[in-house]
């Protein structure tokens, strides 16, 4: 009987991945991979970034496999990961020469290198625009070409302008404390067990990786006063770092390889706290929430702030300063993995629980006649 209950599982299953396959044909249309790499790039960011794992192609492609499905790429993402050697780690990554392309601060109105909006839909009107509709790669050539005829006409400066971090120069003003470096290796939560307490670099890892609307949820959560953090954004920041890595043969920091550029977006909460002065009355201070992500997400990496910052203090009894609460159910594989195991057989620990109450109801049957 055993074998004839495997048998008959592994015949249904088999048919039910073909089924899968013929409904994922029988449309005409075909979605190239390189299509969804060009026209889905705000999905593709999401992807790699709760993947952790750089490669649009790969996204896009697992994206195409898991026919939109956001948890369902990042399962396979995450899986392909797992199998890829890694030769090298990188060296660490300065943001402040980062190549930028937006650049914004919500506390101040002037800052050293200007306010940079680039491009966002954070001014758009949210109306669907219904000529996407009859869109071509005709009428898309056209728009670009009067665009950058239009940018012609403008002053170019030759001069690459540096960004400075907000929060440096107030700390040379004094108004934010200034903090030893800490050059110990980051904890590696793909090589290690999680455990908790957790430190931050560990906690940093997991928020990055964190499903993007459970980031969110929990970060907006904080602000509903769910959590004792209401940060103001000290600096936006979105452009293209540069990766060195370091081999046998270049030792010094000087003589490291550059392999490439990445995008990335870059916030820096600020979050006023009370503390008590010395002279035992209280002082007001700042400190810092930090987000940062895989691509163009600012959503998530302003959330990602304000729970790195909440996480901080864990004191705080709120469920976001809870480092199990929080850490643990953002994980789209942690989560979608185990709601989408409640649909496989539970046969026999459902029989045993369907057995004690009727075990129960027979006992009160039974004293109930008597």
């Known amino acids: 009987m055993a074998y004839v209950a495997v048998k008959g599982g592994t015949e249904a299953i088999e048919a039910s991945l073909n089924r899968l396959q013929v409904e994922k044909l029988s449309s005409e249309h075909i979605m190239e991979v390189e299509t969804i790499m060009a026209t889905m790039k705000s999905l ?17 492609l697992a994206i195409k496999q898991a026919e939109g499905s956001m948890e369902e790429a990042v399962f396979l993402l995450r899986a392909h990961r797992s199998t890829m050697p890694r030769l090298y780690t990188s060296m660490i990554v300065e943001t402040e020469n980062m190549f930028v392309e937006r650049r914004i601060s919500a506390s101040f109105k002037d800052i050293i290198g200007g306010q940079v909006l680039g491009a966002t839909p954070d001014y758009a009107h949210r109306l669907i625009d219904f000529s996407l509709a009859n869109d071509s790669i005709e009428m898309n050539r056209e728009k670009i070409a009067k665009y950058t005829a239009d940018m012609e006409t403008e002053k170019e400066s030759e001069e690459i302008i540096h960004f400075p971090k907000v929060v440096e120069t107030l700390r040379t003003e004094g108004l ?69 890595i370091q081999t046998k043969q270049s030792e010094h920091a000087e003589d490291a390889h550059y392999i490439g550029e990445i995008p990335i977006t870059e916030v820096e909460s600020f979050v006023p706290i009370s503390i008590e002065g010395e002279d035992g009355k209280e002082d007001l201070e700042f400190e810092i929430g930090y987000g940062a992500c895989f691509g163009k997400n600012e959503t998530k990496t302003i959330a990602m702030s304000i729970l790195d910052q909440c996480l901080e203090h864990p004191d705080r009894p709120f469920p976001t300063h809870d480092e199990e609460f929080v850490l643990l159910h953002i994980d789209a594989v942690e989560s979608t993995g185990f709601i989408s195991h409640l649909k496989l057989p539970h046969y026999v620990t459902f029989q045993s629980k369907l057995d004690a109450v009727r075990n129960v109801k027979k006992e009160r049957s039974t004293n109930d006649a008597e």
């Open 176 to 244: 934010f404390p200034v903090y030893e470096k800490n050059n110990e290796d980051p904890y590696d939560i793909t090589k290690e067990t999680v455990k908790f307490p957790m430190d931050r670099s560990a906690r940093l890892q997991m928020l990055t990786r964190g499903m993007t609307s459970a980031v969110t949820a929990l970060g907006y959560a904080s602000l509903r006063g769910y959590g004792a953090v209401h940060p103001t954004v000290g600096e936006l920041r979105y452009g293209q770092v540069p990766i060195y």
């Open 44 to 60: 593709i960011d999401q992807v790699m970034s709760e993947s952790s794992l750089y490669n649009r192609y790969l996204a896009a």
